[in-house]
Antibody, heavy 120, light 111 residues
Framework: QLQLQESGPGLVKASETLSLSCAVS??????????WGWIRQPPGEGLEWIGN???????YYNPSLESRVTISIDTSKNQFSLKLSSVTAADTAVYYC????????????WGQGTLVTVSS | QSVLTQPPSVSGAPGQRVTISCTGS?????????VHWHQQLPGTAPKLLIY???NRPSGVPDRFSGSKSGTSASLAITGLQAEDEADYYC???????????FGGGTKLTVL
C-alpha cells in the first residue's frame, strides 16, 4: 500500500513562497493509475483541494488558487512538490498530500499532514 | 461555500443509526460521478471510508454504508460507537470545473 509523507518548513513569512514536498513509498509515482494531489485544511475548517499532477507533468489546479500555485513532480526521486506564492495568514493550514486514483476519481491514501503557519 | 453541501453536525446515542447527507448538482453527483467519503478522527489525517458510492475499503466495518441517488449521496452509520466520533467529508468530481470537490464536512458527535 502507498505511503505518503509531507516535508517542509512549518513557518513561512507573509508575502513569501510556501514550499512543500511529498515523498511516495510503496509504489512508483510514475504509474499511470494515479494522479498526485495536495489538499489543505485551515485550523477548525474543512478540506480544500489545491491541485493534482500526473506523472507526465499535467496539472489541474483549484481556480481560487491557480494564480499562486505550482505543483511539480520528480519521478527520479518518487516525489512531488507544492509551491504557493505570496502567502498571507489565510494560507495557514495543515497541508496534506494524497494519491488520487484515476479509476473512480478518489483520494485513497493520505499523508499525515504538515502544519504551515504564515507569520507577519 | 463548498460545491457539495453537508450538514455541519449530526449526533446520536451509542447503538443508534445516523445518516449524513451530501447534496450536489447536475454537474457533479448528478452527472454520474462517484461519491466517496473520508473520515477524519480528531487530530489525524482523513482516511478513505467509502468509495464508489457504496464500497468499503478493507478493514472498514460494515456498520458504515453509502448510497447515492440523483444529485445526492448519503453515509449511514449503524450501531453507533464512541470511536465513530469524527468529521466526515464527501468528495466527488465536477465536470463543469473539471476539478475535485469536497463537501464542507459534518461533525458527528456520539452522545
Amino acid at each position: 500500500q502507498l505511503q505518503l509523507q509531507e516535508s517542509g518548513p512549518g513557518l513561512v513569512k507573509a508575502s513569501e513562497t510556501l514550499s512543500l514536498s511529498c515523498a511516495v513509498s510503496g509504489g512508483s509515482i510514475s504509474t499511470g493509475n494515479y494522479y498526485w494531489g495536495w489538499i489543505r485544511q485551515p485550523p477548525g475548517e474543512g478540506l480544500e483541494w489545491i491541485g493534482n499532477i500526473y506523472y507526465s507533468g499535467i496539472t489541474y489546479y483549484n481556480p481560487s488558487l491557480e494564480s499562486r500555485v505550482t505543483i511539480s513532480i520528480d519521478t527520479s526521486k518518487n516525489q512531488f512538490s507544492l509551491k504557493l506564492s505570496s502567502v498571507t495568514a489565510a494560507d495557514t493550514a495543515v497541508y496534506y498530500c494524497a494519491s488520487f486514483l484515476r479509476s473512480g476519481s478518489k483520494f485513497d491514501y493520505w499523508g499525515q499532514g504538515t502544519l504551515v503557519t504564515v507569520s507577519s | 461555500q463548498s460545491v457539495l453541501t453537508q450538514p455541519p453536525s449530526v449526533s446520536g446515542a451509542p447503538g443508534q443509526r445516523v445518516t449524513i447527507s451530501c447534496t450536489g448538482s447536475s454537474s457533479n453527483i448528478g452527472t454520474g460521478y462517484d461519491v466517496h467519503w473520508h473520515q477524519q478522527l480528531p487530530g489525524t489525517a482523513p482516511k478513505l471510508l467509502i468509495y464508489g458510492n457504496n464500497n468499503r475499503p478493507s478493514g472498514v466495518p460494515d456498520r458504515f454504508s453509502g448510497s447515492k441517488s440523483g444529485t445526492s449521496a448519503s453515509l449511514a452509520i449503524t450501531g453507533l460507537q464512541a470511536e465513530d466520533e469524527a468529521d466526515y467529508y464527501c468528495q466527488s468530481y465536477d465536470s463543469m470545473s473539471g476539478h475535485v470537490v469536497f463537501g464542507g464536512g459534518t461533525k458527528l458527535t456520539v452522545l
